[in-house]
Nanobody
Framework: QVQLVESGGGLVQAGGSLRLSCEASGSIFKINDMGWYRQAPGKQRELVAKITRSGDTNHADSVKGRFTISRDNAKNTMYLQMNSLKPEDTAVYYC????????????????WGQGTQVTVSS
């Protein structure tokens, strides 16, 4: 129904920057909240940042001041600008979206992307 495709991950040195993108496609009536999550080896998936349709944001304390979430509703795309990266930011980053697939309120569904690897070397 809805596909979320992340891009922009890779290998970067500590102190460097990366910009992740998440593009949504498919049966979309409206995208509500969107978010970035990450999962490091041996750890649980954790919230990195969320953004509402109107642009209100919430960032995890561990990334505040370094990461910035944003979105372009016209393009059904969300971004994560990551600056001053640290080795502890190494993880698979996942895109999440709360989507109405039709005009009916009951059509609200949650979707996940396949993830993109971010590796920060020290």
């Amino acid at each position: 129904q809805v596909q979320l495709v992340e891009s922009g991950g890779g290998l970067v040195q500590a102190g460097g920057s990366l910009r992740l993108s998440c593009e949504a496609s498919g049966s979309i009536f409206k995208i509500n909240d969107m978010g970035w999550y990450r999962q490091a080896p041996g750890k649980q998936r954790e919230l990195v940042a969320k953004i509402t349709r109107s642009g209100d944001t919430n960032h995890a304390d561990s990334v505040k001041g370094r990461f910035t979430i944003s979105r372009d509703n016209a393009k059904n795309t969300m971004y994560l600008q990551m600056n001053s990266l640290k080795p502890e930011d190494t993880a698979v980053y996942y895109c999440n979206a709360d989507v109405n697939v039709s005009l009916f309120a009951s059509s609200r569904r949650e979707f996940w992307g396949q993830g993109t690897q971010v590796t920060v070397s020290s």
